[in-house]
């Protein structure tokens, strides 16, 4: 039987929008790896679907692509206001046992602690989850090769995880990157937005946390 | 903007750091960009610029962000990391 992934793409504004491509990028790395994808996005993607999903299908993993804070994650705009899929003290329990990948800001700081009980892992953000847009080409996230600088190294979390890597593992070969395109940044100073660029790469490296069973694989 | 952490709470500001902030949005980046910061839409340079100067939440995460930078290379620990 396969294994079922399930990921949140809300897609309402420019963050969204290239969170959203390159989380479209790891549906198909995973269909190829004979994962099973509940690919929540609109109209579907709301807590309602969201619960319904995790308690039919037992996901293994999970990946949300979204806004957030220290004790909530979003979807998407429900009239014109974000609707929160998973809220510590509410339904964190729904996380409990799974490996969870959080794209969205501030998740670590609390709310990963409580979801990744039961030997689950929860892998997010402690600040803000930040990166540069190149809004010549923000109707095409994946040629923006400004956001490419921040959203492969996060994509890389995921694809790591896909290949049978433990969390810690692919959290390493996460900040691995990041570190390469900082180097890459440094050789090119020359470049518009390289400093700011590095500052932003850095400034995720540092919040990018691992919570719980740090040797759970996608399995 | 969503409820965040409580050192990103608004805040006087050292008026030096802010003027340091703010030279270094103006100088290091390019007006093509846009940051995705937090919730909400992605900011231009110039929104950013009045988000310091406003010394609000979003302004606060900013000026964190450059400081925590600028420490990190001062203290050697940007380059052990990348040395590593």
């Not at chain 1, 390159?22 to 109209?43: H, N, Q, R, T, V």
């Not at chain 1, 729904?94 to 929860?122: E, P």
């Not at chain 2, 709470?9 to 910061?37: G, Q, T, Y």
Request: charged share 25%; glycine share 4%.
């Amino acid at each position: 039987m396969s294994k079922t992934i399930l990921i949140t793409r809300p897609c309402y504004d420019d963050p969204t929008s290239y969170l959203f491509c390159y989380a479209g990028l790891i549906i198909k790395e995973a269909e190829e790896k004979m994962f099973s994808i509940l690919d929540l996005k609109k109209p579907r993607l709301t807590r309602e679907n969201f619960t319904k999903m995790i308690e039919k299908n037992n996901p293994v993993m999970i990946f949300f692509n979204a806004h957030g804070t220290e004790t909530a994650i979003y979807g998407d705009k429900i009239v014109e206001e974000e609707e929160i899929l998973v809220e510590e003290n509410v339904n964190h329990e729904l996380l409990n046992s799974r490996l969870v990948y959080a794209r969205a800001c501030w998740s670590a700081v609390s709310l990963g602690n409580k979801a990744c009980l039961n030997n689950g892992c929860f892998i997010g953000y402690s600040l803000p989850f930040s990166f540069w847009i190149d809004e010549r080409w923000s109707a095409k996230p994946l040629n923006d090769n400004t956001a490419k600088l921040f959203l492969e190294p996060s994509n890389l979390i995921i694809s790591s995880l896909l290949k049978g890597n433990t969390a810690e593992e692919s959290v390493i070969k996460s900040n691995e990157m990041s570190k390469k395109n900082i180097l890459k940044l440094l050789k090119e100073k020359e470049e518009p937005g390289a400093v700011a660029s590095m500052s932003l790469l850095w400034s995720n490296m540092q919040c990018l946390q691992i919570s719980g069973n740090k040797g759970m694989k996608a399995e | 903007m969503k409820e965040t952490s409580e050192k990103n709470k608004p805040r006087k500001i050292d008026p030096e750091v802010k003027k340091l902030v703010l030279w270094r949005i103006e100088a290091s980046i390019p007006s093509n960009f846009k940051l995705s910061i937090g919730g909400g839409k992605a900011l231009t340079k110039e929104e950013l610029k009045e988000h310091v100067e406003a010394e609000d939440e979003t302004g606060m995460q900013i000026i964190n962000s450059q400081l925590s930078f600028i420490k990190a290379l001062s203290s050697g620990e940007f380059a052990k990391v990348l040395a590593q």
